[in-house]
Structure formats: C-alpha cells, structure tokens
C-alpha cells in the first residue's frame, strides 16, 4: 500500500480561524447562559447538564487549545487532535439528533440553538475535513469517542434518579428500564458511527493548500532533507544540511 501523506501543518490563517471560531462560540455559550440566568432559571449545573452545551463548551476550548499553539509556532500533541476528532464526532450526533429526531431549544433563544445545533457543528464538521493537519487516527481506538458521553449519561441520570432533573425527556425515569435503555444504546451506536466517520476522514488528504506538509523529523536529518524543492524553505539550497526549523511533526 502506498504511505499516506504526513499530516499538514495549518496555514495561520486557518489557525486564526480556530480561535476566531472558538472564541465566538464561548461567547455565544456566555449570552445563553446569561440571558437563561436573567430569567431566573438555569442553574449552571443545569446549563452544562445539555450535551449540546457541554460539547459545545470542550469544541469551542479545543479549537482555541490546537490554533493558538500553531499561531505560536508550536506543534499540537497528537493527544489533543484526537480529542477534536471526539468532539467533532459529538457535535455531529448533537446536529442529527436536534435537526432530525428532538427538535427544540432547551430554553435557550432561536438563533443560539441555531449556532449550537447548526454553524458550529457544520464549521467543525469542515474543519476536520479540509485541513489535513491530523494523522491517520488509529481503528483500534475508536472507543475513545465513548468515555465522555458514557460519562455525561451517567451523571444525567443518577441526577434524574435522585432530584428528578434530566435534560432531556427520553432520559425521564418513569418512561421504564426498557426505554432508557433502547434510547441509550441508540445514542451509543450513534456515536460510533460518527466516530467512524470521523476516524475515516482523518485518513483523507483535506485541501493541500490550506496546509505545508510536516515534514519528518528523524534521528540524523532536518526536516526537508537534501532535493527538496527551495520554496518549501524560502531560498536555494546550499549543499549543507539545513537548519531544523524546530517544528515537530503533528502526527
């Protein structure tokens, strides 16, 4: 089989956009949460208690965690580009699940519920797909797109087991073990199908020119190494080795 192509670094404009994207998306999150507090209802508790909130909040934090590094120079560890491949796989659930099967907004106003459960997703979803700035994410560790929902279910409904809240009505005690549990295994299956999706788009190749390519950075060669063409490093060469730019690759 032919070896894929190394991931790519981001250009800076699309790591601005990160932060841009992340940044707006805190701040949407901060009005719904104000505007629901103004109203008297909302504890934050309650607030985060909605996985389209919650996802929303780790996106919007991870988008700012992998751009700003990239606008400082420095590589994103492996660790926290598999975890926005997570969090892209949620946001994708959260826009299924709202758009096709739970329709409305949870208190929160129209066009909130249209940036959480339609933009960001979308903006995420094409983030992940055309900047090729993420390895290959291995099979074998499909099951990291589960803790985090696994989680959130566990304290939604011990919640609803003993205060009685949850945010969603499917999750509602009293509609029996036998409904809870078809609706959760749905939502679980769900999710790795996302996953999937997510882990399958991580090996395509995005668009090569909203990246450089990360080269390898090997014991005994700097990145580039000898025949490369000299715009990837802005002269001729000079028949020595060429300086390490300090980059280390994404992958």
Request: overall charge positive; some cysteine; proline content about 9%.
């Amino acid at each position: 089989m032919p070896a894929a192509d190394p991931p790519r670094r981001p250009s800076a404009a699309v790591a601005a956009a990160r932060v841009l994207v992340g940044v707006l998306a805190l701040a949407v999150l901060g009005s719904s949460y104000a505007g629901q507090r103004a109203a008297g209802r909302g504890a934050l508790v309650d607030f985060l208690g909605y996985f389209t909130n919650l996802t929303s909040l780790l996106a919007a934090v991870l988008l700012v965690a992998v751009g700003g590094p990239t606008l400082a120079g420095r590589a994103v560890p492996v660790a926290l580009t598999t975890a926005r491949g997570v969090a892209t796989a949620c946001l994708l659930v959260v826009a299924v699940v709202y758009n096709a099967v739970l329709p409305g907004d949870g208190g929160a106003a129209p066009w909130v519920s249209a940036v959480l459960h339609g933009v960001l997703p979308v903006l995420v979803l094409l983030d992940w797909l055309l900047v090729a700035d993420r390895p290959p994410l291995p099979w074998r560790r499909l099951w990291l797109v589960l803790p985090y929902p696994v989680l959130w279910l566990a304290v939604v409904l011990l919640r609803g087991a003993t205060d009685g809240w949850v945010p969603y009505g499917f999750l509602l005690p009293e509609h029996g073990t036998r409904s809870l549990a078809l609706h959760v295994a749905g939502l679980l299956v769900v999710l790795l199908a996302a996953g999937a999706l997510v882990w399958g788009i991580s090996r395509t190749r995005g668009v090569r020119r909203l990246g450089a390519p990360s080269a390898p950075t090997g014991r005994g060669s700097a990145p580039g190494g000898h025949g490369s063409p000299s715009a990837d490093h802005g002269s001729a060469p000079t028949g020595r080795e060429p300086a390490s730019t300090g980059h280390r690759p994404v992958g």
